[in-house]
């Protein structure tokens, strides 16, 4: 037996308590559930700067605007000071997740709860926009572009509006951030640092040098050359034959997570139950995948949550859509499951990749597929003949489901994977 495979089967395990989403299928959760169970792409034209004729990306997954909303914790001044995006939504986000887990905290509670809400990418918008605004006019940057610009800013802004005062922590690990987020605040609350902790991610990377760099480097969707214009909505195409990259995407994700223990004595619903979680560093390139370490952490999730593959009944795959990335971890979970592979669904074919914030509104999204016993589809799908999987194509599908893997894949060898159990 490998040392690694270890079943740790807590008496008090960690829970989900309560966990809010903002993505491109729309504002409202259970608006974007629905949408997401009848295959509606929140993918469209990128609009969030002016294009030129040869700027090389074209579509985006765009955040709905939030400004109308009755939300008072960044007032007009106050915005002034925070201006990119990742502030506002970061903050909706996470105060909608604790009025839904009904955690209140207290000045008893606040040196007990953690922060690891996190970004990828953080403010850099707004370094951006003083750096034109140095070179083209000699105008020096306002006092809030550094700040803006920290990327453990967020998680301090989440401190501020909720008074949380214990352990904090930004967990950056590129795309798989925001799942990465929940394991370090579950090895916080497990190691007696905290009782609760308020965990997820939030990105806006629609920026143009941020864009057109994922054109560049090969990894962003972009038309092949002599093809006629498709609509934006079909872009998006995980694990198909057809795949071309992925679409750059925005939003933001909170998940609220103690133990079983003090949901109980607090008198609080449970949403669901973190039953284990790997990590795992390829050691391998900066971006291309490591097929063993992508693996491991499959089969080491599955382990440590003391089940079989068996056991697991579905699979909320990382699947960005890239040739290399879709293929690797079809391997690896054609590795861990043999002939007795789960459903597979890809929710970026709807809502693009959201950097850091995919993972958590993904781990979302699955947690309210085990609430409903429903998988969304995964849109745009042609079979692969590379691939061997069960995808759930088109329409959604009924599937009881008492555990859910879901992986989470970032640049630079970052692998995280968690398995759910539905209470």
């Known amino acids: 037996m490998r040392p690694w495979i270890l079943s740790i089967m807590p008496d008090d395990p960690m829970v989900i308590l309560g966990y809010d989403a903002i993505s491109p299928l729309g504002i409202d959760l259970e608006d974007q559930w629905q949408k997401a169970l009848s295959g509606t792409s929140g993918i469209g034209p990128l609009t969030r700067f002016d294009l030129t004729d040869d700027f090389p990306v074209r579509i985006a997954g765009q955040a709905p605007d939030i400004d109308h909303l009755p939300y008072d914790f960044l007032k007009p001044r106050e915005q002034a000071r925070w201006p990119s995006p990742i502030f506002k ?9 604790l009025e839904k887990s009904g955690i209140e905290i207290t000045p008893d509670l606040a040196p007990r709860t953690a922060i690891t809400f996190s970004s990828a990418i953080g403010g850099l918008d707004v370094v951006l926009g003083a750096d034109r605004n140095l070179m083209n006019r000699g105008k020096l940057p306002p006092p809030y572009v550094n700040p ?4 453990n800013m967020v998680g301090g802004k989440v401190s501020m509006h909720t008074g949380a005062t214990g352990p904090i922590s930004a967990t950056i690990t590129a795309c798989a951030t925001g799942l990465t987020s929940m394991i370090v605040g579950a090895m916080l609350i497990n190691d007696g640092r905290a009782d609760a902790a308020i965990c997820g991610a939030v990105d806006f990377p629609l920026t143009e040098p ?3 760099g994922f054109g560049t480097m090969g990894g962003a969707f972009m038309p ?13 195409r995980p694990f198909s034959l057809n795949r071309r990259g992925f679409v750059v995407a925005e939003g933001s994700g909170c998940i609220i997570i103690a133990k079983r223990s003090f949901a109980e004595a607090h ?10 979680w790997a990590m795992t560093s390829d050691a391998f390139h900066h971006v291309a995948p490591n097929l063993e370490t992508v693996r491991r952490c499959i089969a080491q999730s599955i382990h440590y949550a003391g089940i079989t593959p068996d056991r697991i009944s579905a699979v909320n795959a990382h699947a960005a859509s890239t040739r290399a990335g879709d293929q690797v971890e079809a391997d690896a979970l054609r590795q861990v499951f043999g002939s007795r592979m789960p459903p ?3 929710n970026k074919s709807m809502i693009g990749h959201a950097m850091g914030a995919a993972s958590a509104i993904e ?9 409903t016993r429903m998988l969304p589809p995964t849109i745009n799908y042609t079979p692969d003949p590379a691939i061997d999987m069960d995808c759930v194509v088109e329409t959604s599908r009924k599937v009881e489901q008492e555990y859910v893997l879901k992986n989470a894949f970032g640049f630079g060898g970052c692998n995280a994977c968690m398995v759910f159990r539905r209470i």
């Open 89 to 97: 939504y970061a903050l909706l986000t996470v105060s909608r997740a």
């Open 148 to 151: 803006n610009a920290c990327i």
């Open 210 to 212: 941020i864009v057109a």
């Open 224 to 236: 092949k050359e002599g093809d006629p214009e498709e609509r934006p909505e079909k872009a998006s």
């Open 363 to 371: 781990s979302i999204l699955a947690m309210e597929g085990m609430r």
């Open 267 to 276: 008198g609080l619903a449970v949403a669901a139950e973190i039953a284990g």
């Open 344 to 346: 597979v669904t890809a």
